[in-house]
């Protein structure tokens, strides 16, 4: 996943910056945070906290929000249009 390959002696450090900025990303749209992590060459920890009052907080705008985006992952003709 990430270091050196040992068949090609490629390096793969650039991925590490890759996963801090997807967990990152998740944590700003879950309500969940990082409380440490630590990323290796063939995996990777997380420490999280499930912040279930925080999410039970959320506006009635952000919950149709939610809802108008949860349709969308499996309308076809949304992925089209938006990802291809």
């Given at each position: 996943m990430c270091g050196d390959d040992?068949?090609?002696g490629q390096?793969?450090?650039h991925r590490k910056q890759w996963l801090?900025?997807?967990?990152t990303l998740l944590s700003s749209v879950f309500s969940?945070?990082?409380?440490?992590?630590?990323i290796m060459s063939n995996h990777y920890h997380?420490?999280?906290k499930v912040d279930k009052?925080?999410?039970g907080q959320?506006?009635?705008?952000?919950l149709e929000f939610i809802t108008e985006w949860r349709s969308r992952l499996y309308n076809l003709g949304?992925?089209?249009?938006?990802?291809l």
């Open positions: 040992n068949v090609t390096n793969f450090d801090v900025d997807k967990i969940i945070e990082i409380c440490a992590y630590s997380l420490v999280l009052v925080s999410a959320w506006t009635d705008k952000a949304w992925y089209k249009h938006r990802h």
